[in-house]
């Protein structure tokens, strides 16, 4: 079985040779020269051949040593090569970038902003994908993903763009026939209309606030849905109470089909944040993205609740 080449080794016999001596390599890499003889030693031990022919003047490549050199210089090179090449692509944003939103946010606020930034970054290529399923970004290989709500998974970075209102809501002709909740222990008597990731379960109980307190209140669900659109529909068409991200109901509040209930009683605010994996190499085609949509994002969202 071949012995393992110490690449160190290699390195300082290349060295070695271009210097042409010992103390001028060692000078050059910053080490002793007995580190550099011993380094060359070991080297010709492992291969099983001299490779230098040392007296006192001078330094000589043996046949066996001028064609391992040879075949080194070559290798380094190359190697030299692509560690430039990804110096470079660490310095400019350039590859492709997977990206993960839910379908309403995506459509609304974070297509138009992609569009932007692959025109600013030319090199970059997206691809975007919509779901309302929770994505695994390690396992699935995502670069970022927009995402509302508290964050469990310590592992990702979050930038946090903004704190999204959400409302309950109903139909006016849903509130005269069933009555409007003036508590939300009233919640208890309605049909609601409750939201629940792809894949994951309905929140049973609604959480609202009322200055500093929090009150959890039983629902029943008549309608479940993991597409935002849907419960709105539901909610206009008068099968029941939904809450809704503000940003996201504009256009039906305008038109007067929902109106708000227990205003006083509001859910509490959902962070909205794009996330990514940790670690030393983020890329920066990732940075890039983050650094150019969160800014703009976040002035897009403050404009659709009418604050702009």
């Excluded at 993903?145 to 704190?163: E, I, K, N, W």
Aim: glycine residues 8%; hydrophobic residues 45%; proline residues 5%.
């Amino acid at each position: 079985m071949m012995a393992q080449l110490d690449l160190n080794a290699v390195m300082v016999l290349v060295r070695v040779v271009e210097a042409g001596s010992f103390r001028g390599a060692a000078a050059r890499l910053g080490m002793p020269n007995s580190t550099v003889s011993r380094k060359v030693s070991e080297l010709e031990a492992s291969l099983g051949t001299q490779l230098l022919q040392r007296t006192t003047r001078k330094l000589a490549l043996t046949d066996a040593g001028a064609s391992f050199v040879e075949q080194a210089e070559s290798a380094i090179a190359t190697l030299e090569a692509a560690q430039l090449a990804v110096s470079a692509l660490q310095r400019e944003p350039r590859g492709r970038l997977r990206v993960t939103a839910t379908p309403q946010m995506g459509q609304l606020f974070l297509a138009p902003l992609v569009v932007a930034f692959l025109e600013a970054y030319p090199a970059v290529q997206v691809s975007l994908h919509l779901t309302d399923r929770h994505v695994d970004l390690l396992a699935e290989r995502f670069d970022v993903a927009l995402r509302a709500g508290p964050l469990p998974d310590s592992s990702l970075v979050a930038h946090r763009v903004t704190s999204g209102g959400v409302s309950l809501v109903a139909s006016p002709g849903y509130l005269a026939a069933r009555g409007t909740p003036r508590d939300p222990a009233d919640l208890e008597g309605h049909d609601c209309l409750v939201f629940a990731s792809a894949g994951g379960q309905p929140r049973r109980t609604w959480t609202l606030r009322h200055g500093k307190e929090l009150r959890e209140v039983a629902v029943s669900a008549r309608l479940v849905a993991d597409d935002w659109q849907v419960l709105l529909q539901g909610a206009v068409r008068g099968l029941g109470i939904t809450r809704v991200p503000d940003v996201l109901m504009r256009t039906e509040m305008r038109r007067g089909e929902l109106v708000s209930v227990l205003d006083a009683f509001s859910p509490a605010e959902t962070p909205l944040n794009l996330v990514h994996l940790g670690g030393r190499y983020v890329t920066p085609q990732t940075r890039a993205f983050v650094d150019f949509v969160r800014p703009r994002l976040a002035r897009l969202l403050l404009d659709a609740r009418g604050g702009g």
